[in-house]
């Protein structure tokens, strides 16, 4: 079964601070993706970043981007230049060939002013 | 262009009772989902759909049922609610196409069973 580790229950920095989130997977799947969610406060799931298994570059949308270890199944998210409209729940999450989302348990980034 | 549509956003129910949470999408996508979130975790699949007539149970599918009967919706019945089934229901959906499988969530269905 697919799985999907987030070991930072909780981050703090401070603003314009730049902050990486990890992630770690399991999978025996070769093609696959990967995306970050945020959630904040409003319960909605936004949408960060994805990545497809099978490029070997690392995604980058403005201020954030990921460093993506596909031998080491390594999926860490960095944010440049930390906003207080950062501070969320963040999500990493795995999509298996069959089409289904695995989520972590989430990291708490708290961006202090 | 509303994209994922949810009612009701909260909810309390008594222990027994039942109730369907509705799901509308506009942007045709072929796949939907229903995720559940309890406090402090992330979300679990409840079920999903590949197309309309066809659904499939996730991880955590006891106590719900679905049915997809139109492209644009996906309801989800809860019969004889629990306490355990207290949390907040997202539905998303994505594109079957090469390149748009990112999921768009719904706002969310809080349900409070007591």
């Known amino acids: 079964a697919q799985t999907v580790t987030q070991s930072q229950p909780e981050m703090s920095v401070q603003e314009a601070e730049t902050v990486t989130l990890s992630c770690t997977y399991d999978t025996s799947e070769n093609n696959y993706y990967l995306f970050w969610y945020k959630q904040p406060p409003s319960r909605q799931m936004i949408l960060v970043i994805r990545q497809e298994a099978y490029k070997q570059q690392n995604a980058t949308e403005n201020r954030f981007s990921v460093n993506f270890q596909k031998a080491a199944k390594s999926f860490s998210l960095k944010i440049s230049d930390s906003q207080l409209g950062d501070t969320a729940m963040y999500f990493c999450?795995?999509?298996?060939?069959?089409?289904?989302?695995?989520f972590g348990q989430g990291t708490r980034l708290t961006i202090n002013p | 262009n509303a994209g994922v549509t949810q009612t009701p956003k909260f909810r309390i129910l008594k222990i027994g009772q039942s109730m369907t949470l509705q799901c509308t999408q506009d942007m045709n996508h072929n796949y939907m989902y229903w995720y559940r979130q309890d406090p402090g975790m992330g979300l679990k699949l409840i079920y999903y759909?590949?197309?309309?007539?066809?659904?499939d149970k996730g991880e955590v599918p006891n106590g719900y049922n679905v049915s997809r009967s139109t492209t644009e919706d996906f309801p989800l019945r809860l019969e004889l609610a629990a306490p355990s089934q207290t949390s907040v229901y997202f539905c998303?959906?994505?594109?079957?196409?090469?390149?748009?499988?990112?999921?768009?969530f719904g706002p969310g269905t809080r349900l409070l069973v007591l």
């Open positions: 759909s590949v197309g309309a007539g066809i659904t």
């Open positions: 998303a959906s994505s594109s079957s196409r090469r390149g748009k499988e990112t999921q768009y």
């Open positions: 999450a795995f999509k298996t060939e069959a089409q289904k989302l695995v």
